[in-house]
């Protein structure tokens, strides 16, 4: 059996930046950073000829065309397996869309574990590009690069999106200190709204290639942002980064009508007045988890908790997507 996992991700800059649409027009840069909730997946050789698929449905089938799931199908597709007898078991620490980049963390995992399977390395870079060919080439989701990149990279990440569709990959330069400073402060509370991102993702992508003038000055100052913060930690002002987070949500209420509603603006305002600098939605918007950096965490989880809302404890992932059983 092959036991492959992938790390979930928070976005700390620069989001929305990482769609070709924008990025081929701007180049893109964003912050991201890897955390310790997974998406797990194992194969193994079942005892009977093809294929057996375990999700959140049951699938058994003999061709590879027939697999319903479409990351699994274009995965085995990409494997040219002649005569599958596979079986596949996916599960998550986190259910899936709650903008924390499970569908990028899935097919990762996915690829490794085929890989390992078939006694091949895949290296992270390597990694990332064939899961953005899945998911963005090959199935055409209105999604950004960043959810496959920083799965199979991990860390607290910067990466650049350049016209040529590169994609390069550095670790934020910060000091230990911060780094425990983000680890203890940054807070994850789950709103109870799952959503897809794909009909706003959908509709950014549209509005670019139009030349939506709004749009791209939004998305230039997301990128300023996205810089911004990247000074801002490496120079240790974890105080400017909490700031710096509130300015990325009002340009996100901004760009997309969606990503807000009156719930989620009560419970940010109560977060405010109860020891949070600033905050914002993680992912697209519309729904998943309220991120927060915490000038006093202990009296803003009181508050949020008695809001209803579930915190996640998380700390930082720096190994990405990797083969745990093999």
Known sequence: MIIARSPLRITLGGGGTDLASYYERQEGFLLAAAIDKYVYVTVTRPFTPGIYLKYSALEQVEKVADVRHPIMREALAMQNFRSPQIEITTLADIPARTGLGSSGSFTTALLRALYAYQHKVAQSQELAELACEIEIGRLGEPIGKQDQY?????????????????????????????MYDLEDNLLL??????????????????????????????????????????????????????????????????????????????????????????????????????????????????????????????????????????
């Open 150 to 178: 920083i799965a199979a990279f991990g860390g607290i990440t910067c990466l650049t999106f350049h016209r040529d569709h590169r994609v390069t990959v550095q670790p934020l330069q910060i000091s230990r200190s911060t």
């Open 189 to 326: 509370f789950f709103t109870g709204f799952a959503r897809t991102a794909g009909s706003i993702l959908r509709d950014q992508h549209l509005r670019t290639q139009a030349g939506d003038a709004d749009l791209l000055r939004n998305l230039d100052e997301v990128k300023l942002l996205g810089y911004r913060s990247k000074e801002a930690l490496e120079g240790g002002d974890v105080v400017r980064f909490g700031e710096l987070l509130r300015e990325q949500w009002e340009q996100k209420k901004r760009r997309y009508r969606g990503a807000s509603n009156p719930q989620i603006d009560e419970w940010y305002a109560r977060a405010l007045k109860n020891g949070a600098i600033g905050g914002k939605l993680v992912g697209a918007g519309g729904g998943g988890f309220l991120m927060f950096y915490a000038s006093d965490r202990g009296r803003l989880r009181a508050a949020m908790s008695a809001a209803g809302l579930e915190e996640v404890r998380f700390r930082f992932d720096f190994e990405g997507t990797k083969v745990v059983l093999c």
